[in-house]
T-cell receptor, first 112, second 112 residues
Framework: RKEVEQDPGPFNVPEGATVAFNCTYS??????FFWYRQDCRKEPKLLMSVYSSGNEDGRFTAQLNRASQYISLLIRDSKLSDSATYLC?????????????FGKGTRLHILP | DADVTQTPRNRITKTGKRIMLECSQT?????MYWYRQDPGLGLRLIYYSFDVKDINKGEISDGYSVSRQAQAKFSLSLESAIPNQTALYFC???????????FGPGTRLLVL
């Protein structure tokens, strides 16, 4: 099993729809989880952290399922501006940063 | 002004040439990182530094070297560039708790 795995997509979703994608991770001792957004030819930027209790930020909801070792991102009422690649990031339990693992990303296209 | 800057933004070089990529930050963070991003492979960690003069290898350090002479600057060198080092290179910083990484705008490198 790969350390962090994401469906590469693309997900083609009509504007206004709800879309969700998951990210699985292999290390059960992983401690922190994030979703980053990356626009084409731009740098990744933090979208939201993922907490054990789940968290919501406007139209975005992130969930963590430790038992099944995955995190999810739900986008409601999708906008054209949501089109981007969404990167899952998992931090391991160790102090050293070589355990920060980026997923390869899921591409999302919002269609007008 | 951007908090994390990279120079140059684009570079074309020839096989065998030495090239240096520079990263500067005004965030006051101790931790700095160099990543490369390739289509289909996601972000991969090259080197990272927790403080001035502290250097640690990441996942793919072969063929690269780094220098951290000041808190605000972290440079990446390719001593003898080869075509498979053609990629998009990102510098990033973080605070000690590693919770969020702040990326520079990236450097596009083409090695002919």
């Amino acid at each position: 099993r790969k350390e962090v795995e994401q469906d590469p997509g693309p997900f083609n979703v009509p504007e206004g729809a709800t879309v969700a994608f998951n990210c699985t991770y292999s290390n059960s001792a992983s401690q922190s989880f994030f979703w980053y957004r990356q626009d084409c030819r731009k740098e990744p930027k933090l979208l939201m952290s993922v907490y054990s209790s789940g968290n919501e930020d406007g139209r975005f909801t992130a969930q963590l399922n430790r038992a099944s070792q995955y995190i999810s991102l739900l986008i409601r009422d999708s906008k054209l501006s949501d089109s981007a690649t969404y990167l899952c990031v998992v931090n391991g339990p160790q102090e050293r940063d070589d355990k920060i693992i980026f997923g390869k990303g899921t591409r999302l296209h919002i269609l007008p | 002004d951007a908090d994390v800057t990279q120079t140059p933004r684009n570079r074309i070089t020839k096989t065998g040439k030495r090239i240096m990529l520079e990263c500067s930050q005004t965030k006051g963070h101790d931790r700095m990182y160099w990543y490369r991003q390739d289509p289909g492979l996601g972000l991969r960690l090259i080197y990272y530094s927790f403080d001035v003069k502290d250097i640690n290898k990441g996942e793919i350090s072969d063929g690269y070297s780094v220098s951290r002479q000041a808190q605000a600057k972290f440079s990446l060198s390719l001593e003898s560039a080869i075509p498979n080092q053609t990629a998009l290179y990102f510098c990033a910083t973080s605070e000690p708790n590693q919770e969020t990484q702040y990326f520079g705008p990236g450097t596009r490198l083409l090695v002919l």
